[in-house]
């Protein structure tokens, strides 16, 4: 036997299935807002359905190969303890993934941002996007990808443009 599920079978312990959303296929992120102290929220992105749990915890659901923006911050009595911004595709049933906090059972990650200099410029690419009246979750996914790797090197992203977009939909078009 290789590996070491072969050795916990044989122990008689069963290694725990891989945690899906409620319904199949999709990607449930829970959002938190704990004023001052644990912030969770969508910057973008169109859920299908949006499950209030309580009046600080939410569940949102997403379909596969959709595009959102999930902002985690958190601090304590010293000042601010997290800063995170990522853009995620939700995968569909039998894609591969990234986990993320609070993101059951993943996604495939576009931009990974950490630190509140990063997270903010991150956050004015976004809103550098919606300044075009484009929506950032319908954006080319290359696009969030070379922004990531230049906010990641300090450098400012290319602008993102109407023409860029319209080749994006034409490509996505063609099946490209």
């Known amino acids: 036997m290789s590996g070491g599920s072969g050795l916990a079978a044989a122990r008689g312990v069963v290694p725990a299935p891989v945690q899906r959303s409620p319904a199949t296929g999709t ?55 997290l800063s995170r911004l990522d853009i995620v595709r939700a995968v569909g049933p039998d894609e591969g993934y990234s986990t993320l906090p609070c993101v059951t059972p993943g996604g495939e990650l576009l931009l990974h941002l950490g630190g509140w200099p990063r997270v903010r410029a991150g956050l004015a690419t976004i809103d550098a996007v919606e300044d075009l009246g484009i929506d950032p979750a319908a954006v080319s996914h290359d696009y969030w990808r070379h922004a990531h790797n230049r906010l990641i090197a300090g450098h400012r992203p290319r602008a993102y443009s109407r023409d860029r977009h319209r080749a994006w939909l034409l490509r996505r078009e063609l099946g490209a």
Do not use: C, K
Not at 52 to 66: E, G, Q
């Open 27 to 81: 990607t449930t992120v829970e959002l938190t807002w704990i004023e001052q102290a644990t912030e969770r929220w969508i910057r973008f992105g169109t859920p299908i359905l949006d499950q209030v749990l309580d009046r600080r915890r939410r569940l949102l659901t997403f379909a596969p190969n959709s595009v959102f923006a999930f902002v985690r911050w958190a601090s304590n009595d010293y000042g601010t303890t």
